[in-house]
């Protein structure tokens, strides 16, 4: 039922900049929060960002911040993450993911994802 569909990737030089989209249904909005999460080829998926939809209150890994932002509009739906200043260590499939009420990193604690979305950041 709960259903999250992230878009926006593609290919980008370093320096540049992308905007994720997770567009999310089946659920109540504002009792949830979404994460975003990465997973770079032979490696674990990691914990980037996060907003609560009942709060707004945010969370970040410390490689993306001042980096990355993570944002609501809850009129839509849906959740955004704009990355600028990308960097080849950015490459990596993006997933986003739901789990009641409270942020958090750990990927273990959402029950809920996207199928993702590729970022390749490559001169």
């Known amino acids: 039922q709960v259903q999250l569909v992230e878009s926006g990737g593609g290919l980008v030089q370093p320096g540049g900049s992308l905007r994720l989209s997770c567009a999310a249904s089946g659920f109540t909005f504002g009792d949830y929060a979404i994460g975003w999460f990465r997973q770079a080829p032979g490696k674990g998926r990691e914990g980037v960002s996060c907003?609560?939809?009942?709060?707004?209150?945010?969370d970040n890994v410390d490689s993306v911040k001042g980096r990355f932002t993570i944002s609501r509009d809850n009129a839509k739906n849906t959740v955004y993450l704009q990355m600028n200043s990308l960097k080849p260590e950015d490459t990596a499939v993006y997933y986003c993911?739901?789990?009641?009420?409270?942020?958090?990193?750990?990927?273990?604690?959402?029950?809920?994802w996207g199928q993702g979305t590729q970022v390749t950041v490559s001169s």
């Open positions: 993911a739901a789990r009641p009420w409270r942020c958090s990193l750990l990927r273990s604690v959402f029950g809920h």
């Open positions: 907003i609560s939809l009942w709060d707004g209150s945010t």
